[in-house]
């Protein structure tokens, strides 16, 4: 199977393991993901305001330039997944804007190119019974929660990926590399997103909550598919293992690392070194 | 308490109207459930929760919901959206009211510098998106 694939900017420098991972992980699926030859930012959030047409430009030209490779555009940073898709899914219905964009780009694109995300593209199409067939390491007993965030489930009517008050993609992810689900009520809550930037003391807040709820329902580690949900929680987990031990450590890795460990591969390709509060001491005491 | 002064005047502003047509939404279709409000991840921290927003503005009281923060709060995590029983996207009422204040280069912006150690660190998506809020 060929996809193209967008890493986006921050799968290319801060995230990277979460790329390495996903492009390792890809290949034991036999889905060969091809990189777009040039691609920029998707800026980040899609505008959500009826009329206007600048925020739109950076993912439709992303959307055009994969259209030339393929018929679906495979992503990971659920900030990108989100983007693009909701700009093709403004693309699709306002003709106006839509208009504007292409007299702008001066490129081709006629709204068809489906955006997925890695986590889709196994569901629906790769199968987790595939998946279990990988794994050559089982996560056995290892009690994982997975957490989802905003963008890779909201809005539901424009993303449409899973049920966005209780989905259940990652759980069925994680049973397929033998893990223990742990199901925890803050699993679709925001974990302060770009607050980060201007006040980081809100999103510490925000993201004390979903920590602590984790924790205390005894998650060993946690999964996201979010670069930005990652470092929220990797950051204000850092800063209360300091300063207080309330909770003990729950590393936050992304799925892709996680699948890559199940599946064999090499501890260095983990990297598992970037992270703040590391993974491996947790890893080795599981015996994984 | 505040005592608010209601007229009909004040429920037919152009920028009542604006806000309904940038967000394309009916502010008058919510009826005050609070269900946004509760699931809010930065009701915490803000001077007007997000049902408190909607009905200042059903009463044409754009000024007090232009001096509050909690527009610039909102990080559009859509848990209202989603939550809504009237269906109402008020992540988009939310970013109508910041995208006039900005084109109209007022409101009360304050960009907020983390300490340079965190500055180093974050992920670039976080930058590229807080200024995508903060600028047009």
Known sequence: MQVAYYPGCTLASKAKAFDQTARWVAQKLDVELIELPQWQCCGGLVPQVTDTVMGLLAPIRILADAQAISDRLMTL?????????????????????????????????DGNLKVVHMLELIRDEIGFDTVRS????????????????????????????????DPTVM??????????????????ECCGSFMIAHRPELAAQCSTTILRSASSFGAQLLVTSCPLCQFNLDWQ?????????EISPVPVIYFTQLMALAMGAEPHLLGFEQHLVDPRPTVMELGL | MTTVKLSSRRLSTDLLREIEELS??????????????AGCP?????????????????????????ASQAPWLCVACMTCTTRCPKGVDVAKVMEAIRTIQLREGRGNIQIFLPPAELVAEIPQLATVSAFRKMSL
């Open chain 2, 42 to 66: 930065l009701g915490f921290a803000a001077d007007l929760l997000p049902h408190q927003v909607m009905r200042l503005l059903q009463f044409g009281m754009v000024k007090e919901v232009f």
């Open chain 1, 237 to 245: 987990q850092m800063r209360m293992l300091e300063s207080n031990g």
């Open chain 1, 171 to 188: 759980e069925q992810l994680l049973e397929a590399l033998g893990c223990e689900v742990v199901d925890f009520p803050r699993k679709v």
């Open chain 1, 134 to 165: 990988k794994v050559t390491k089982p996560l056995t007993g290892v009690r994982v929660a997975p957490y989802y965030g905003c963008l890779l489930l909201r809005p539901p009517k424009e993303i449409g990926l899973d049920d966005p008050e």
């Open chain 1, 77 to 109: 940073c659920s900030f990108c997944y989100n983007t693009l898709k909701r700009a093709n899914f403004a693309f699709q219905r306002d003709s106006e804007r839509r208009q504007k964009v292409t007299d702008f780009l001066e490129q081709q694109y």
């Open chain 2, 24 to 37: 394309g939404q009916n502010l008058y279709a919510c009826y005050q459930c609070g269900k946004c409000s």
